[in-house]
């Protein structure tokens, strides 16, 4: 069964009413410690017993929640008067031109100008911030080149995974036109012709390969009188291509 709804009035009896302050300080104390921790608050409390007893609770310090309580108060009370909210933007201004010289004075030392007024604690705390910020700035070029670097190792690798690719798609290629070719030609033998026309037209390679070679087109011999179109073109492409193998072969007497 749920609790009954409190009517907020005085206690008569002073015993329960000690005993109500008591629990009731407790937890605004609380409250207002919580606020000040979840919400990064600045929070003063301040209770007064009957009895003339003080008990508070600041975030920060009592002194300074007053006098910020005091001058914000002031503060709303000068922006309903014009005259006021002149003075107000002034002090503001003002303010603000002294943060903007602080911020000159201190780049001008940090880039090693102005240096005459320094004491040598404040040479060393100048020598300890560029430290740290030369070490924060090489420490983000390192990560930077490193990025590069393993984007490049990617892409190379990508490359020679295409170029593999592509050496085998060229093999697969080659050996294609070779069984091509071997079943056009593969079965003719006129004469016994066969095997040297291949030498001396340059389409083997033997052991005099470094000679000369001269090559000499003609025209494949008729099989029954009729050789198909498609097979004469195949018999020059797999021409050409041995051609090229015996033209990019080193000469193998020279590293003897």
């Given at each position: 069964?749920?609790r009954?709804?409190?009517v907020i009035?005085r206690?008569d009896?002073?015993?329960?009413?000690?005993v109500?302050f008591?629990?009731?300080?407790?937890?605004?104390?609380?409250?207002?410690?919580?606020?000040?921790?979840l919400?990064d608050a600045e929070?003063?409390?301040?209770?007064l017993?009957?009895?003339g007893k003080l008990?508070?609770?600041a975030s920060?310090?009592?002194r300074?929640?007053?006098?910020?309580y005091?001058?914000?108060k002031?503060?709303h009370?000068q922006?309903g008067?014009?005259?006021?909210e002149v003075k107000f933007w002034?002090?503001e201004a003002?303010t603000?031109r002294k943060q903007?010289q602080?911020?000159q004075?201190?780049?001008?030392?940090?880039?090693?100008?102005?240096?005459s007024?320094?004491?040598?604690k404040d040479l060393?705390?100048l020598e300890?911030?560029?430290e740290?910020s030369?070490?924060?700035?090489?420490?983000?070029?390192?990560?930077i080149?490193m990025?590069?670097i393993?984007e490049?190792?990617?892409?190379?690798?990508?490359?020679h995974?295409?170029?593999?690719e592509?050496?085998?798609?060229?093999?697969?290629?080659r050996q294609?036109?070779?069984?091509?070719?071997?079943k056009?030609y593969?079965?003719r033998?006129v004469?016994g012709?066969?095997?040297d026309?291949?030498?001396?037209?340059g389409?083997?390679?033997?052991?005099?390969?470094h000679?000369?070679?001269?090559l000499q087109?003609?025209?494949p011999?008729?099989?029954?009188h009729?050789?198909?179109?498609?097979?004469?073109?195949?018999?020059?492409?797999?021409?050409?291509?041995?051609?090229a193998?015996?033209?990019?072969?080193?000469d193998?007497?020279k590293?003897?």
């Open positions: 069964m749920g009954g709804k409190i009035r206690i009896n002073s015993t329960s009413r000690q109500t008591s629990k009731r300080r407790n937890g605004l104390l609380k409250k207002a410690k919580e606020l000040a921790i919400c929070v003063g409390v301040m209770i017993s009957t009895t008990y508070d609770f920060t310090s009592m300074s929640v007053i006098e910020r005091n001058k914000t002031e503060e009370q922006l008067n014009p005259a006021s002034q002090r003002a603000l903007l602080n911020l004075e201190n780049h001008r030392q940090m880039m090693g100008e102005e240096l007024g320094l004491s040598v060393q705390n300890s911030q560029l740290m030369l070490r924060g700035v090489r420490m983000k070029k390192d990560q080149l990025d590069e393993q490049l190792n990617r892409k190379g690798n990508l490359i995974q295409e170029n593999l592509l050496y085998n798609k060229v093999n697969l290629i294609e036109n070779m069984e091509l070719y071997k056009v593969g079965t033998d004469n012709t066969n095997k026309s291949l030498l001396t037209n389409l083997g390679i033997g052991k005099d390969s000679v000369p070679v001269h087109l003609s025209q011999q008729q099989q029954n009729e050789t198909p179109a498609r097979a004469t073109k195949l018999g020059y492409i797999f021409l050409h291509m041995q051609t193998i015996v033209l990019a072969k080193p193998a007497s590293w003897d």
